[in-house]
């Protein structure tokens, strides 16, 4: 089993900051990729970041792109999301995910974002 937890959101007016960080923890796994995933009320969850473990490479959805900020602490097991330039469209709760190799995919409890002035 791995355990996600989420922390970082908050409130925020509309042009400031947040990073979110995801702990990933259990007994003996292997990460393939972790990311960054949102869902508003009444919308479908999306992506919206990707980064994949070993090499580094990384996904963004076209409307965080040049804002957001994937990355990565292999020996802690982290990832973090700087969300910058924030915008009213960006309130979600925002969850981790992560694919762990050979055994599948890992969500968090989420963490809420809301962008308001």
């Known amino acids: 089993q791995v355990q996600l937890v989420e922390s970082g959101g908050g409130l925020v007016q509309p042009g400031g900051s947040l990073r979110l960080s995801c702990i990933a923890s259990?007994?003996?796994?292997?990460?393939?990729?972790m990311g960054w995933y949102r869902q508003a009320p009444g919308k479908q969850r999306e992506l919206v970041a990707r980064?994949?473990?070993?090499?580094?490479?990384?996904y963004y959805r076209d409307s965080v792109k040049g804002r957001f900020t994937i990355s990565r602490d292999n020996a802690r097991n982290t990832v973090f999301l700087q969300m910058n330039s924030l915008k009213p469209e960006d309130t979600a709760v925002y969850l981790c995910?992560?694919?762990?190799?050979?055994?599948?995919?890992?969500w968090g409890q989420g963490t809420q974002v809301t962008v308001s002035s």
């Open positions: 259990g007994t003996s796994f292997d990460i393939y990729s």
């Open positions: 980064i994949n473990w070993s090499e580094g490479s990384t």
């Open positions: 995910n992560a694919a762990i190799v050979q055994v599948g995919g890992y």
